[in-house]
């Protein structure tokens, strides 16, 4: 099946990613070609198959709700572009 | 003079570590030499990101120390690149891409702790595909690596710039990842051994996450020998990885010995079709034919599911991805859009364009799978499908010891040849994905060339059987040299 521009900006705004105008045709394309291509799974006969959870039929270990690691704040933020008084900037949500 | 006669850069793990032992050469020296041919010859290749030469020369001065006072581990003085995935306290981690261009970890990933607490010395960070996503290391956002078989040809991917750099005789062992083959496939298009152990044996911690249900960590080395040497040095439980399988480690170097007498074999019919490469296929079918000159036997097996692995694969990784990259909103650490006119502006022009073409293309599939409509059409068939494949391969386990088949379907393709259709490039992991889907150790041993270039052999075994898998192998390189070839131009 092949996906148009509004799919396409419908999925990309979901995403959270801006698609260029200029490339929305390619994407259109190409992702086209990838559903098409993984369309052949509806051939399978899955019928009572339970689906697989993990690779190795584990369940995810929890771990108690401690303390485990020293605050490393200053350290952790010298990788985000905008910070002031230990906190991260983000343009204004609220009015 | 060194106990080899080989040139320091040519030798294995195994044989430097002697030659240290025996004080033929220090550590610091062979720092010193593998650092000078990095910066002389991967100006052609493009495979080395970072190198870390300060770092690297404490690293190896330490290590001659602590051999000099006799508390030396085991890997003690010995070089080592990193896949620039695996975050390096105080080293910029990129991951291939735009996005991570100015990230500096405040931690070690446990691979990069566990090898330096060995004593490994890091020479540097390796190129690779963007997020570790492609066949060909054509999306890293450093560009290209180049194959030093030839430098028209891709080395792989996603662990591309690792094993350019072992088969250019920069180290003798490199990380990698592998969530489809990324490991493997470009071990075989080198030359080189590659290997992925079982979900959950080495820690994901500090390893960038693509799908974190396949991802997992190994080694390209240039004999399985090493490849065994370090990856008990990586392995085993870490409570900071939640998949982390709490299993001991036994002692591959020990298990290397067990010889082929009596090992099934298996082989997969459908993996010699049409689609294989005749000079590949040949090469193939004479390494399964050492096999059983060396007291193996073979076994034709079937894996009914094998043609959906790939489709399969491009539903489940792409929706992980696109649920794992969501982090990157630039707010926290990474590229950020500049003016952005509110909040959702950010997010969404940081990421369109701190992302790369496929990485887009991925998250975007991954969104789509997993969307209001399409989510039992794609995601939940494609775990049902998934559950069938990894059925096929326990039946097929029941019977045999391993599975033995060509790694990839051609040998390395020119840069470039792939880059139109996506599913062109994915169909390149149609025999290493059903690993990854079903959460399997695989390696890929040379086993030959087709018209000048290596070919790989692709061995399979059941959950935890690393040790069985890398015996097979080493006892094939036994009776072979073709792990010991090198391009003319990096001899």
């Known amino acids: 099946m092949s996906l148009d521009k509004d799919q396409v900006q419908h999925i990309a705004m979901l995403a959270r990613l801006k698609v260029a105008d200029e490339d929305i045709a390619e994407a259109c394309d190409k992702l086209s070609r990838i559903v098409d291509f993984v369309d052949q799974l509806s051939q ?38 905008h910070v002031a008084d230990g906190m991260y900037l983000v343009p204004k949500v609220i009015e | 003079m060194s106990i080899s006669d080989k040139p320091i850069y040519d030798q294995t793990m195994a044989e430097l570590s002697k030659g240290l032992a025996a004080g033929d050469f220090s550590s610091v020296e062979l720092t010193m030499a593998l650092l000078d041919r990095i910066e ?46 695996f975050c390096t306290r105080g080293v910029r981690t990129s991951c291939g891409s735009k996005m991570l261009d100015n990230f500096i970890p405040p931690y070690d990933a446990t691979v990069v702790e566990r090898l330096a607490a060995a004593g490994a010395v890091m020479l540097g960070k390796t190129n690779m595909d963007e997020f ?28 591309g710039g690792s094993s350019a ?29 590659g290997i992925k152990p079982t979900y959950g044996r080495v820690s994901r911690y500090g390893m960038i996450a693509f799908a974190s249900s396949l991802d997992q960590a190994g080694v390209i080395a240039r004999s399985v020998e090493d490849a065994a040497l370090v990856l008990g040095a990586m392995a085993g439980f870490d409570e900071r990885d939640s998949t982390s399988i709490d299993q001991p480690v036994p002692d591959y170097v020990a298990e290397l010995d067990t010889p082929l007498d009596g090992v099934r074999v298996g082989i997969v019919r459908q993996h010699f079709d049409a689609g294989l490469d005749a000079g590949t296929g040949d090469q193939v079918r004479a ?48 590229y950020r859009a500049e003016n952005p006119e509110d909040l959702l502006d950010l997010y969404c022009r940081t990421r369109g364009e701190g992302f790369g073409a496929e990485v887009k293309r991925r998250i975007l599939t991954g969104t789509y799978v997993l969307s209001a409509g399409y989510y039992d059409a794609y995601y939940l068939k494609a775990q049902q499908v998934r559950q069938l494949i990894a059925d096929d391969f326990r039946k097929v386990f029941a019977d045999v010891d391993v599975i033995a088949g060509p790694t990839a379907p051609t040998p390395a393709f020119k840069l470039g040849e792939k880059t139109d259709d996506p599913v062109t490039m994915y169909l390149n992991d149609i025999y290493t994905i059903g690993a990854n889907l079903a959460g399997l150790p695989a390696m890929s041993v040379p086993c030959g060339f087709a018209e000048d270039l290596p070919v790989g052999l692709h061995l399979v075994a059941p959950h935890f059987a690393e040790g069985a898998l890398m015996a097979v192998g080493h006892q094939y390189q036994l009776e072979t040299d073709w792990h010991t070839r090198c391009s003319e131009d990096y001899r």
């Open chain 1, 44 to 81: 399978a006969d899955t019928s009572g198959v339970v689906p697989m959870a993990h690779p190795l039929d584990q369940t995810q270990r929890l771990r108690p709700d401690a303390v485990t690691e020293a605050n490393d704040r200053d350290n952790v933020q010298q990788n985000a572009a």
């Open chain 2, 165 to 193: 750099s072992v088969a250019a005789r920069f180290a003798p062992v490199a990380t990698g990842t592998d969530t489809g083959g990324s490991i493997r496939q470009p071990a075989a298009l080198t030359g080189t051994v």
């Open chain 2, 132 to 159: 570790a996503m492609g066949s060909s290391n054509e999306t890293s956002f450093y560009g290209d690596v180049m194959n030093p078989w030839d430098l028209e040809r891709s080395p792989g991917g996603s662990s």
């Open chain 2, 287 to 334: 390494a399964l034919k050492t096999l059983e000159d060396r007291g193996a036997t073979l076994v034709d097996v079937d894996l009914p599911n094998l043609d959906q692995s790939v489709p399969t694969y491009y539903v489940v990784a792409p929706a992980e991805c696109s649920s794992n990259l969501s982090r990157f909103d630039g707010i926290r650490f990474g």
């Open chain 2, 40 to 85: 002389e010859k991967d100006g052609a290749l493009n495979a080395v990101l970072t190198v870390t030469r300060d770092e690297a020369l404490a690293a190896a001065a330490a290590a001659d120390a602590a051999r000099a006072s006799g508390d030396a581990g085991p890997l003690a003085g010995l070089p080592i690149l990193h896949k620039d995935i």
